[in-house]
């Protein structure tokens, strides 16, 4: 068991590897830091660890989707959009939205790696130009949504967006984890919306791409 030291020390390392100059490089020392970490505190910084081949295989879907903006939704810490986004070898700008400022500007919480939004900003209700802000004034190109479990939150992000990509990152069905949406079953609320590339993550995770039709 990790003393509460070696993880601030575990964390604190984890710090400077994100924030250092150049710090887009060393997303494959943060892979490999990862590996060895207890999966109390691997669960705390980030709830799946992908590997090398793994981003850059979901780099490259996204890069021929022309996908270049993304906002994702319940990003907890932000560390896997951090990692999306150093691999990136094209312009990819992830930024998170999370809820609750109090507890994620706490000491207790872990510090955001990405540009942090909060869904208390928004006036009375989502809106596409509140995703904008969200995202430094550019309308997001798809929408990420990560091991989340909220269905009736997630058809109101759903509605409000007016992007065209949709990414969701959970466990393949036969594990028995439940997550809402799944990936490969997301029970899309209409048929506008066609699963566009597949993406087989390590320890049976998975990465679906739908695109938004454009219907007549």
């Not at 799946?48 to 939704?73: C, E, F, M, Y």
């Not at 869904?119 to 190109?141: N, T, W």
């Not at 490969?184 to 039709?213: F, G, H, M, S």
Request: proline share 5%.
């Amino acid at each position: 068991m990790w003393s509460e030291q070696t993880e601030l020390e575990v964390l604190q390392e984890i710090y400077d590897l994100t924030r250092a100059a150049g710090a887009k490089q060393n997303w494959r020392k943060l892979l490999t830091l990862g590996y060895r970490l207890e999966r109390d505190l691997k669960r705390k910084l980030l709830w799946i660890w992908p590997t090398a081949l793994d981003l850059k295989r979901l780099n490259g879907v996204l890069r021929q989707l022309d996908i270049h903006h993304v906002l994702s939704i319940g990003c907890g810490s932000g560390l896997l959009e951090w990692l999306l986004g150093a691999v990136a070898d094209q312009e990819l700008r992830v930024y998170g939205l999370e809820r609750d400022p109090n507890w994620w500007c706490s000491k207790y919480a872990v510090r955001s790696f990405i540009p942090l939004n909060y869904i208390e900003q928004a006036d009375s209700k989502l809106s596409p130009s509140f995703f904008s802000r969200c995202c430094s004034g550019v309308a997001p190109c798809a929408l990420l949504f990560c091991y989340f479990n909220n269905r009736s939150a997630f058809l109101e992000y759903l509605s409000a967006f007016e992007g065209k990509w949709l990414i969701i990152i959970g466990p393949q069905p036969a594990l028995g984890i439940h997550t809402d949406p799944n990936p490969l079953q997301p029970q899309l609320p209409d048929k506008q919306w066609a699963l566009r590339d597949l993406c087989e993550w390590t320890e049976q995770n998975v990465v679906a791409i739908y695109e938004k039709l454009d219907i007549i």
